[in-house]
């Protein structure tokens, strides 16, 4: 089945096969989206109501070279920045944590605030886990430092080195490079 909204800007699709429970719970979503300095973008994602296995990306209608993009954030200020990151994107933020492509890997649209939330969740859900007293006291460290970041105490670059191009940081801030999809992984 079907369904439409927002006059043929989404579809949906119910009952799909999901690829990882074999169950026809699986909801596509595609929509168009315009997101105001990076244009026009179809944003995907497919959730099994079954298993919960959840994928998604985002591509610019536009064709995009690949990219770098660097920030340095400064201040409580930049936390509100809007960040386009595609599932081909590695996000490296130096002596915080670097956030790979991969299989699982998601395309999404945040804020800058956001990826540091999602690598804070992630830090302390691997300390709770963690029974390694030296490996607890790491995540605690790493802990504190995104939350002096994120209140504008301490400065961090983020880099995103993007091949497919469909990743942006919206700030007068952000110094792009075009780079060679071939060096992405070596940049």
């Known amino acids: 089945m079907c369904v439409k909204e927002h006059a043929g800007m989404a579809d949906e699709l119910k009952g799909e096969e999901c690829p990882v429970c074999r169950k026809k719970t699986l909801i596509l979503n595609e929509r168009e989206e315009e997101i105001p300095y990076f244009g026009k973008t179809l944003l995907f994602s497919m959730t099994c109501a079954g298993c919960r296995f959840h994928k998604a990306d985002i591509e610019s209608v536009e064709k995009k070279e690949p990219c770098?993009?660097?920030?340095?954030?400064?201040?409580?200020?930049?936390?509100?920045?809007?960040?386009?990151?595609?599932?081909?994107?590695?996000?490296?933020?130096?002596?915080?944590?670097?956030?790979?492509?991969?299989?699982?890997?998601?395309?999404?649209?945040?804020?800058?605030e956001g990826i540091l939330m999602r690598i804070k969740h992630q830090t302390e859900t691997a300390k709770n886990d963690e029974e390694d007293n030296e490996t607890r006291k790491k995540a605690i460290k790493l802990i504190k430092k995104?939350?002096?970041?994120?209140?504008?105490?301490?400065?961090?670059?983020?880099?995103?080195?993007?091949?497919s191009g469909n990743s942006a940081i919206l700030s007068k801030k952000t110094e792009t490079k075009k780079i060679r999809a071939a060096q992405e992984s070596n940049a």
């Open 146 to 163: 995104i939350n002096r970041v994120m209140r504008g105490d301490e400065k961090a670059k983020i880099i995103i080195e993007d091949p």
């Open 68 to 112: 770098k993009l660097t920030i340095e954030v400064s201040g409580e200020q930049d936390m509100n920045t809007r960040v386009v990151k595609s599932s081909q994107a590695t996000v490296k933020i130096p002596h915080i944590a670097t956030i790979t492509p991969g299989p699982a890997s998601n395309g999404y649209v945040t804020n800058i």
